[in-house]
């Protein structure tokens, strides 16, 4: 399993999956309230997610289109949305307009939480342990899972909380060395680049995008 972006934002290369945590950098200009998180709190919290998606992904009364919708829904419920799309955007959130601020935040939730759901949603027999919780800064805490599937490798998949508004959420996933942000942050600011510096250029390549996953999962 790698982290690829569908349709017109595929990336270049090869990506492995999801944290070599310490070249991360903070969600600091998410707009969000940030505070210390506490690690027992932090792994409290990813132990409560990952097994309501495991209840929901071996499920044997709900079928694909199902399983993906409730896992939609965990993740919208656990993941930092905003301050995460904040920051992928980098600098081309200041020169985004209001409009395109707003486009951009409801186009980055649609895309990013049904790519992951498709993806965690076609999951069945799965395992998930939890392994070690490292506090990275004093604003955040990596919680490494171990995920095994049937006829599968286990692989280790990092969840970075921090402490967003006085809950705890999701701000980041790695696998392998690799960030889901910091690849999708690259990958967006070259489709701005390449429109001319132009917001607008990738929110016409992520409507394209959703489109496609949208016809993918329509059965």
Do not use: C, H
């Amino acid at each position: 399993m790698q982290w690829k972006t569908p349709g017109p934002l595929k990336p270049p290369g090869r990506r492995a999956l999801l944290l070599s945590a310490i070249a991360l950098t903070l969600p600091g200009n998410s707009g969000t309230a940030l505070a210390q998180v506490d690690a027992t709190r932090a792994k409290a919290f990813i132990e409560s997610t990952g097994s309501e998606m495991v209840d929901t992904l071996n499920s044997t009364t709900l079928d694909v289109a199902q399983r993906r919708e409730r896992v939609a829904s965990i993740l919208r419920q656990a993941v930092d949305i905003e301050g995460t799309g904040r920051f992928v955007l980098g600098r081309w959130w200041r020169v985004a307009s209001p409009a395109e601020q707003r486009e951009y935040l409801r186009l980055f939730e649609d895309t990013l939480i049904r790519n992951l759901a498709a993806r965690f949603g076609d999951f069945q027999g799965i395992r998930f342990s939890i392994g070690r919780s490292q506090q990275r800064t004093e604003d955040d805490v990596l919680v490494t899972t171990i995920v095994e599937r049937p006829g599968s490798a286990a692989f280790n998949l990092d969840w970075r909380v921090a402490e967003i508004n006085g809950q705890p959420r999701v701000v980041d996933l790695v696998a392998e060395g690799t960030s889901l942000r910091l690849t999708q942050r690259s990958e967006y600011s070259a489709v701005v680049q390449r429109g001319g510096n132009q917001v607008a250029a990738l929110l016409n390549a992520m409507r394209g995008q959703l489109q496609q996953m949208q016809a993918r999962q329509t059965p």
